[in-house]
């Protein structure tokens, strides 16, 4: 394996680090105080509209469109820049690289037809609508995702819908147009994979309503949100439905592949802007007559920080070339050690910058306190750490059991 960046990509990273240092550091908290003081904290603020006409002009845009379908760049090439865009939690979307959009997009890429890419690709590859992933429900716990019983029931050239819906990341946004809903169409279906389908339904449509916005750990997640939706005999066409009847839940997993990777990316950039900040308060104050960086257990932190760091950026980029190499299916013992790996890691680094920060560490001065909580998310978000870990355990028992039990 090479992870050595070509030189197509060394010149993105530079340029990507040159934009966010000349326009994503220096507006970071103007930007949140705006969206904090806003009367229309779910629109998007006309700073990010000025970052995103700029990033398309620097040819920094949809950085992330898979190479088997029209990019530039395959996973490998992708994951430093996704780590650089990262540092700052709101900046992929100046470039058209946030989530939920990346995932959305992927999937209709490579499940939609000729005429949903039309109408919703198309104006989610050029930034002009928002969309959102309903499939996480209230009511079961959806990290089984045969769980999931919001009802899809066809009545001629029609889908019925009904159920509730929750943290459907970015659905609160004003731009927000299009939902992809998953929800059981076949609950009688023997095959427990084979009862789910993945319908495309406008949020303008009747019967969509915004029952509440949920927070995390204190936070609205302006502009995006993660609402409460009620789906209320919702109907929208039969041709709405992707890929096929049935097929809901082979599309989730071939999605949320490359959005757990992406995810682990991001948290990457976060960590290693923690520890960079580590280092520098360590320099900047002084306790007990010497500077933080001279005492023990400061640079034990630093140190453990940076290791944990460097592990999981190189597991990341094994998980990548993998992708790259062999497909998702493949690699997907990869993928999973990732999703279990990155977030606990940034967590840990996050938590240690924070304490060497002291009190000044848990408030909006920094971004420490925020990164934790997306950080937190993530271990939640397209499967929690068990359903992993069961995943991962159970396919390498079966690698490695004795040859007389195979």
């Given at each position: 394996?090479?992870?050595?960046s070509?030189?197509?990509?060394?010149?993105?990273?530079?340029?990507?680090?040159?934009f966010?240092?000349?326009?994503?550091?220096?507006?970071?908290?103007?930007?949140?105080?705006?969206?904090?003081?806003?009367?229309?904290?779910?629109?998007?603020?006309?700073?990010?509209?000025?970052?995103?006409?700029?990033?398309r002009a620097?040819?920094?845009?949809?950085?992330?469109?898979?190479h088997?379908?029209?990019?530039?760049?395959?996973?490998?090439?992708?994951?430093?820049?996704?780590?650089?865009?990262?540092?700052?939690?709101?900046?992929?979307?100046?470039?058209?690289?946030?989530?939920?959009?990346?995932?959305?997009?992927?999937?209709l890429?490579?499940?939609?037809?000729?005429?949903?890419?039309?109408?919703?690709?198309?104006?989610?590859?050029?930034?002009?609508?928002?969309?959102?992933?309903?499939?996480?429900?209230?009511?079961?716990?959806?990290?089984?995702?045969t769980?999931?019983a919001?009802?899809?029931?066809?009545e001629g050239?029609?889908?019925?819908?009904?159920?509730?819906?929750?943290?459907?990341?970015?659905?609160m946004?004003?731009?927000?147009?299009?939902?992809?809903?998953?929800?059981?169409?076949?609950?009688?279906?023997?095959?427990?994979?084979?009862?789910?389908?993945?319908i495309?339904?406008?949020?303008?449509?009747?019967?969509v309503?915004?029952?509440?916005?949920?927070?995390?750990?204190?936070?609205?997640?302006?502009?995006?949100?993660?609402?409460?939706?009620?789906?209320?005999d919702?109907?929208?066409?039969?041709?709405?439905?992707?890929?096929?009847?049935?097929?809901?839940?082979?599309?989730?997993?071939?999605?949320?592949?490359?959005?757990?990777?992406?995810?682990?990316?991001?948290?990457?950039?976060l960590?290693?802007?923690?520890?960079?900040?580590m280092c520098?308060?360590?320099?900047?104050?002084?306790?007990?007559?010497?500077?933080?960086?001279?005492?023990?257990?400061?640079?034990?932190?630093?140190?453990?920080?940076?290791?944990d760091?460097?592990?999981?950026?190189?597991?990341?980029?094994?998980?990548?070339?993998?992708?790259?190499?062999?497909?998702?299916?493949?690699?997907?013992?990869?993928?999973?050690?990732?999703?279990?790996?990155?977030?606990?890691?940034?967590?840990?680094?996050l938590?240690?910058?924070?304490?060497?920060?002291?009190?000044?560490?848990?408030?909006?001065?920094?971004?420490?306190?925020?990164?934790?909580?997306?950080?937190?998310?993530?271990?939640?978000?397209?499967?929690?750490?068990?359903?992993?870990?069961?995943?991962?355990?159970?396919?390498?028992v079966?690698?490695?059991?004795?040859?007389?039990l195979?």
């Open positions: 394996m090479q992870f050595e070509t030189d197509k990509v060394k010149s993105l990273i530079s340029r990507l680090e040159a966010m240092a000349e326009h994503v550091y220096p507006v970071e908290h103007a930007y949140a105080e705006e969206l904090a003081q806003s009367a229309t904290p779910w629109s998007t603020p006309a700073r990010m509209e000025e970052l995103k006409t700029k990033a620097a040819g920094l845009w949809n950085l992330f469109r898979p088997d379908h029209g990019g530039e760049l395959s996973n490998l090439e992708y994951a430093p820049l996704a780590e650089v865009m990262g540092r700052v939690i709101w900046a992929p979307e100046a470039f058209n690289c946030n989530a939920p959009d990346t995932g959305n997009m992927e999937t890429l490579k499940y939609g037809n000729d005429a949903q890419k039309r109408e919703w690709l198309e104006p989610l590859l050029a930034g002009e609508i928002r969309s959102g992933f309903a499939m996480t429900e209230p009511d079961v716990a959806s990290a089984d995702a769980n999931i919001c009802s899809m029931r066809r050239n029609e889908w019925v819908i009904n159920g509730r819906k929750w943290f459907t990341t970015g659905a946004r004003e731009s927000c147009r299009i939902l992809i809903v998953m929800g059981k169409s076949d609950p009688d279906n023997a095959d427990r994979h084979r009862q789910q389908s993945m495309l339904v406008p949020k303008d449509t009747p019967g309503r915004i029952v509440r916005s949920v927070t995390t750990m204190g936070y609205a997640e302006f502009p995006f949100g993660e609402p409460e939706i009620a789906f209320e919702v109907r929208v066409p039969y041709e709405n439905v992707l890929l096929g009847e049935g097929r809901g839940f082979e599309i989730a997993q071939g999605r949320l592949g490359p959005g757990r990777i992406h995810h682990c990316m991001r948290l990457i950039g960590a290693q802007r923690a520890l960079e900040r520098q308060r360590a320099e900047e104050r002084t306790t007990f007559g010497r500077r933080l960086s001279q005492h023990q257990s400061v640079r034990e932190d630093i140190a453990r920080s940076y290791c760091i460097e592990q999981a950026r190189l597991l990341t980029l094994m998980a990548a070339d993998r992708m790259d190499q062999h497909g998702n299916k493949v690699a997907r013992d990869l993928i999973a050690a990732i999703k279990i790996v990155a977030p606990s890691m940034a967590l840990g680094v938590d240690r910058c924070m304490q060497i920060h002291g009190a000044a560490g848990l408030t909006g001065d920094f971004f420490m306190a925020e990164a934790y909580n997306y950080a937190r998310q993530i271990r939640l978000a397209d499967g929690p750490d068990q359903v992993h870990m069961m995943q991962l355990g159970r396919d390498l079966r690698r490695y059991q004795a040859p007389e195979q």
